[in-house]
């Protein structure tokens, strides 16, 4: 049976759907597809809900996972409301997604057309429609731009989410939003203000509401960033910024990666004067940026800065989840190095020496490694590669047979055996059953390549992990980081006081280790 599915995903252009939730624009899509499908008698497998915003295919994992079977050879056809639903990214996205479905042979079917990839005037129309779609998307995005620009310089705030210290409030008999003062969250900011023209710095100003359990927004404690972004947002002062926020692109190990840069001082992107009040007034807005450069003052770490904690990005809290940095006291006080919870005030779990924390990350290192090239080199997925191989042969005997019997079909109805009725009726089922076994050999071959991937990759781990091991004295704090991070995702600490030392490991690859290794480090005398 010729199998089906059914991609939903709400865009920019459901203008008639923009008052509905994401929910129920794909409902209402959902039942167009259907009715189509009842229609013309197709049987629909599985049906994809794609609820996130994203332009490209790397933020849209049910895109990933439709293309994926689709590439397989699975489906007959995809269908969708409209083409644009599929990719409406850059130039490498809808060239990907054309020759998925141009390979595979699988039509993309719509309300209006059905696009055939083995006609080349489809396929041409197919990609002239991605284009399009493209150079739509680019329009709105330039027009929402340009929207958001023209609503900034008119003193409305644009964003969704109020800043701490206001609610978003609509404009009367106009379209758009501004903001009005918060009863409750107001005071916290201009206090907040004034703590800082006293020269107390973020920490003690977050220790301080902490300590006085004055919550955020969310219920959280306060960090030292929430009160930096509080102090030099110019909101506060009833001004509107724009343009201090950016998303750079960059391209890592072959994906695109996004990150946000965002800009700190005011006369680095454009000011409007708001609709809304002001919670403090601008010399204090200003006087507090002038405070917080001389703060700065010059960079505390200079160019030639060296890492000096080899678990960074790797350590975190086991018990709040924060980062567990490296700190160092007085030297005065011939202090040692030590690792503490970056939230300690709050969260409470002991600080230990940076030896002791160090030996007991090696020995986990160590005994995890000694399981793990064990279970690699016994289990691995050599079992279930050969089971595969040997149902790949079954499949490819058996698509001889069928073969043989299509020949046989052809001399048959050459001899006169065979009406011509009775080869197309042969040949249409001998083709069918072909087919389905082209899309089992295409899928268990994907699924062989995605094991041999992670098989090598798994025992690749082994030489890494021996040369962390065996070369740890002599590599330098750099490279320790790099090593570790090659075969770890995450290491969580945590120690009672006067306790051991207690290192949850999350080695990479973990459906052979189960994810994680508990090891305690018994304490020795520092």
């Given at each position: 049976?010729?199998?089906?599915?059914?991609?939903?995903?709400?865009?920019?252009?459901?203008?008639?759907?923009?008052?509905?939730?994401?929910?129920?624009?794909?409902?209402?899509?959902?039942?167009?597809?259907?009715?189509?499908?009842?229609?013309?008698?197709?049987?629909?497998?599985?049906?994809?809900?794609?609820?996130?915003?994203?332009?490209?295919?790397?933020?849209?994992?049910?895109?990933?996972?439709?293309?994926e079977e689709v590439s397989a050879g699975l489906y007959t056809g995809v269908l969708v409301v409209d083409v644009e639903r599929l990719a409406r990214g850059n130039g490498a996205d809808q060239a990907y997604i054309s020759q998925v479905f141009q390979f595979s042979g699988t039509k993309i079917i719509t309300p209006s057309k059905t696009y055939d990839p083995s006609n080349e005037f489809d396929e041409e129309y197919f990609e002239f429609g991605l284009f399009m779609s493209r150079r739509e998307y680019k329009t709105i995005n330039r027009r929402l731009i340009r929207g958001r620009n023209s609503s900034a310089s008119e003193g409305k705030y644009i964003s969704s989410i109020p800043p701490y210290g206001y609610r978003r409030k609509k404009l009367e008999n106009e379209k758009g939003y501004t903001l009005e003062p918060d009863e409750q969250e107001a005071p916290v900011v201009k206090e907040i203000f004034e703590l800082f023209l006293q020269y107390n710095g973020t920490k003690r100003i977050a220790n301080y509401l902490n300590d006085k359990r004055i919550p955020t927004r969310h219920g959280d404690l306060w960090s030292y960033s929430t009160i930096s972004n509080i102090v030099t947002n110019p909101v506060y002062m009833g001004?509107?910024?724009?343009?201090?926020?950016?998303?750079?692109?960059?391209?890592?190990?072959?994906?695109?990666?996004?990150?946000?840069?965002?800009?700190?001082?005011?006369?680095?992107?454009?000011?409007?004067?708001?609709?809304?009040?002001?919670?403090?007034?601008?010399?204090?807005?200003?006087?507090?940026?002038?405070?917080?450069?001389?703060?700065?003052?010059?960079?505390?770490?200079?160019?030639?800065?060296?890492?000096?904690?080899?678990?960074?990005?790797?350590?975190?809290?086991?018990?709040?989840g924060k980062r567990v940095g490296r700190t160092v006291g007085s030297l005065r006080q011939n202090a040692r190095p030590r690792f503490r919870c970056v939230n300690m005030r709050n969260c409470h779990n002991a600080t230990a020496g940076c030896q002791k924390v160090e030996e007991a990350i090696l020995n986990a290192v160590k005994i995890?490694?000694?399981?793990?090239?064990?279970?690699?080199?016994?289990?691995?997925?050599?079992?279930?590669?050969?089971?595969?191989?040997?149902?790949?042969?079954?499949?490819?005997?058996?698509?001889?047979?069928?073969?043989?019997?299509?020949?046989?079909?052809?001399?048959?109805?050459?001899?006169?055996?065979?009406?011509?009725?009775?080869?197309?009726?042969?040949?249409?089922?001998?083709?069918?059953?072909?087919?389905?076994?082209?899309?089992?050999?295409?899928?268990?071959?994907?699924?062989?390549?995605?094991?041999?991937?992670?098989?090598?990759?798994?025992?690749?781990?082994?030489?890494?992990?021996?040369?962390?091991?065996?070369?740890?004295?002599?590599?330098?704090?750099?490279?320790?980081?790099?090593?570790?991070?090659?075969?770890?995702?995450?290491?969580?600490?945590?120690?009672?006081?006067?306790?051991?030392?207690?290192?949850?490991?999350?080695?990479?690859?973990?459906?052979?280790?189960?994810?994680?290794?508990?090891?305690s480090e018994e304490p020795k005398q520092e």
């Amino acid at each position: 049976m010729e199998q089906y599915v059914i991609y939903l995903r709400k865009s920019r252009m459901d203008r008639d759907y923009a008052e509905l939730s994401v929910d129920e624009t794909l409902k209402r899509h959902e039942a167009i597809l259907d009715k189509l499908a009842a229609e013309r008698g197709y049987h629909i497998a599985k049906t994809y809900y794609e609820v996130v915003s994203g332009e490209s295919i790397a933020a849209r994992p049910e895109i990933q996972k439709m293309l994926e079977e689709v590439s397989a050879g699975l489906y007959t056809g995809v269908l969708v409301v409209d083409v644009e639903r599929l990719a409406r990214g850059n130039g490498a996205d809808q060239a990907y997604i054309s020759q998925v479905f141009q390979f595979s042979g699988t039509k993309i079917i719509t309300p209006s057309k059905t696009y055939d990839p083995s006609n080349e005037f489809d396929e041409e129309y197919f990609e002239f429609g991605l284009f399009m779609s493209r150079r739509e998307y680019k329009t709105i995005n330039r027009r929402l731009i340009r929207g958001r620009n023209s609503s900034a310089s008119e003193g409305k705030y644009i964003s969704s989410i109020p800043p701490y210290g206001y609610r978003r409030k609509k404009l009367e008999n106009e379209k758009g939003y501004t903001l009005e003062p918060d009863e409750q969250e107001a005071p916290v900011v201009k206090e907040i203000f004034e703590l800082f023209l006293q020269y107390n710095g973020t920490k003690r100003i977050a220790n301080y509401l902490n300590d006085k359990r004055i919550p955020t927004r969310h219920g959280d404690l306060w960090s030292y960033s929430t009160i930096s972004n509080i102090v030099t947002n110019p909101v506060y002062m009833g001004k509107i910024r724009r343009g201090w926020s950016k998303q750079i692109k960059s391209i890592e190990d072959g994906a695109v990666v996004k990150r946000i840069k965002r800009k700190k001082n005011p006369e680095d992107y454009p000011l409007y004067d708001g609709l809304h009040p002001a919670l403090i007034s601008e010399e204090t807005f200003l006087l507090a940026q002038r405070i917080r450069q001389e703060r700065i003052g010059k960079p505390k770490v200079d160019a030639t800065h060296e890492l000096q904690n080899p678990f960074a990005g790797l350590l975190f809290c086991a018990v709040c989840g924060k980062r567990v940095g490296r700190t160092v006291g007085s030297l005065r006080q011939n202090a040692r190095p030590r690792f503490r919870c970056v939230n300690m005030r709050n969260c409470h779990n002991a600080t230990a020496g940076c030896q002791k924390v160090e030996e007991a990350i090696l020995n986990a290192v160590k005994i995890w490694f000694e399981g793990y090239q064990i279970k690699v080199n016994v289990t691995g997925f050599g079992e279930d590669l050969a089971q595969l191989r040997a149902k790949l042969e079954e499949l490819q005997a058996e698509r001889e047979k069928l073969e043989q019997q299509m020949e046989r079909a052809y001399n048959f109805v050459e001899q006169g055996i065979y009406t011509l009725e009775e080869f197309k009726s042969r040949r249409s089922r001998l083709e069918g059953s072909m087919e389905s076994l082209d899309a089992q050999t295409a899928a268990l071959k994907n699924e062989m390549e995605r094991m041999e991937k992670t098989d090598f990759s798994r025992k690749n781990m082994i030489p890494q992990a021996e040369r962390l091991l065996s070369s740890y004295d002599q590599m330098s704090v750099q490279e320790r980081n790099e090593a570790l991070k090659a075969i770890v995702k995450r290491m969580e600490y945590r120690r009672e006081r006067g306790g051991p030392v207690e290192i949850d490991l999350y080695p990479r690859f973990d459906a052979l280790t189960r994810g994680r290794m508990n090891i305690s480090e018994e304490p020795k005398q520092e």
